[in-house]
């Protein structure tokens, strides 16, 4: 009998702790009761928010594993962050495996969401808006994973963000799909990251629509393998309110997708509308830089068939007049600063139906001062994108159901 107790216990204490559901009620006392859910949850558990409004004073903070953060829907749950005290994220996540879907968040004081170094992250049917419209003084990013490998955005909504709306930095394995980016600065950022897949997204009223950067001296470098696909990137004309200072204040109102400095790129099958500095440019990067191991040239970009509208009608650059009087009332669609690298690798192709223009610069860091403008003559795409390992893992759709 002793014996039968004793194996009874041991078998117990190798069994699996059930995972809890942690609801919390909008109401008094809700910033407590949901941060100590926060850091009471186990590996597994469930914290659900319950439909109505949570006045936040404070940013929130998540560092436990495999925890699901669930509402009752983007607009039905809301964490409501117009009185917070701080200027930091409204929910900052740093543990893995880690999933976000179905509530909103509000007028942070700084980014929405951010999740940083936590690998095999979902955000799914998550909202982040400041309500307030376009303002220098919001938030920087909206949906913000950095320094993070397996991040799956889907189904997501972002509006106001100072910088971008959605943003991923410095991270590898990406799927951004089906989501709504308007009234950022950008609407969508892949920065310095690998292996990024960006498809059946609305980005519109942005600055610049979707952007695909390489920037200097970050913990990592060399961003590429990104495939921008089936995107509708429509009526991009909102002025740029970046603080100054800011890569992104650069962009030009009425910026499609821009390429700049990122290597293996292919765009198609998307449909430009309504971007009146151009659907699609292809820049290096512009500034001065110390890094040494840095390559500020576009490389490998394929810009392959896209549906586009006659192009460039009101660019945001210094001669537009004379521009659009020497071609004919409207840019072409392509615009490509001219600059190439290393001198063995392809820096452009364009499918042959679309027109292109180029600066015809012969310098890193030259403006329009220098440009010489004329017809763009490059190769046309070549064999079809191998994009195997690319995206988020196929693992991380289980969790959506």
């Not at 702790?17 to 859910?37: D, K, M, N, S």
């Not at 998550?126 to 994973?145: C, D, I, M, Q, S």
């Not at 010489?372 to 795409?381: I, K, Q, S, T, Y």
Request: zero cysteines; hydrophobic letters at 40%.
């Amino acid at each position: 009998m002793i014996r039968v107790t004793i194996a009874a216990l041991a078998l117990a204490s190798t069994a699996p702790v059930l995972a809890a559901t942690h609801t919390i009620a909008p109401g008094e006392g809700a910033q407590e009761r949901l941060q100590e859910a926060l850091i009471l949850a186990e590996p597994g558990d469930e914290i659900v928010l319950e439909a109505g409004r949570f006045a936040m004073a404070d940013g929130l903070s998540l560092d436990v594993d495999n925890v699901t953060v669930r509402g009752a829907g983007m607009h039905a749950s809301v964490l409501d962050f117009t009185g917070q005290q701080g200027s930091g994220e409204g929910l900052l996540v740093t543990s893995d495996g880690v999933t976000l879907r179905d509530f909103g968040v509000e007028n942070p004081k700084g980014d929405g969401i951010k999740s940083k170094g936590a690998d095999d992250i979902v955000y799914h049917a998550v909202r982040v808006t400041w309500t307030g419209g376009p303002k220098a003084t919001n938030g920087a990013y909206g949906l913000y994973p950095v320094e993070s490998t397996n991040i799956l955005i889907d189904s997501s909504e972002v509006s106001g963000a100072s910088d971008a709306g959605i943003y991923v930095g410095q991270s590898s394995r990406i799927t951004v799909r089906n989501s709504v980016a308007t009234d950022n600065v950008a609407g969508i950022e892949i920065e310095n990251s690998r292996d990024a897949e960006v498809e059946r997204n609305f980005v519109s009223r942005n600055t610049g629509g979707i952007l695909v950067f390489d920037l200097p001296d970050l913990p990592v470098m060399g961003g590429g393998n990104v495939l921008v696909r089936d995107n509708l990137v429509a009526a991009n004309t909102t002025a740029n309110f970046a603080p100054e200072g800011n890569i992104v204040a650069s962009v030009r109102r009425g910026t499609g997708i821009m390429v700049m400095a990122n290597d293996n790129v292919w765009v198609g099958e998307n449909l430009l509308y309504d971007n009146p500095t151009a659907p699609i440019m292809v820049i290096a990067y512009p500034l001065a830089f110390d890094d040494p191991d840095y390559d500020p040239y576009p490389r490998n970009v394929t810009v392959a068939w896209n549906r586009i509208d006659e192009g460039g009608t009101d660019p945001q650059i210094d001669g537009a007049e004379q521009l659009l009087a020497a071609l004919g009332g409207a840019l072409p669609p392509v615009m490509w600063d001219g600059l190439t690298g290393d001198a063995a690798a392809t820096t452009l192709t364009v499918h042959p139906d679309i027109a292109g223009w180029t600066l015809n610069l012969t310098e890193q860091g030259q403006g329009m001062a220098n440009a010489r403008p004329g017809p763009l003559a490059v190769g046309a795409p070549g064999e079809p994108l191998a994009t195997e390992g690319w995206g988020a893992g196929a693992e991380l759709e289980a969790r959506l159901k």
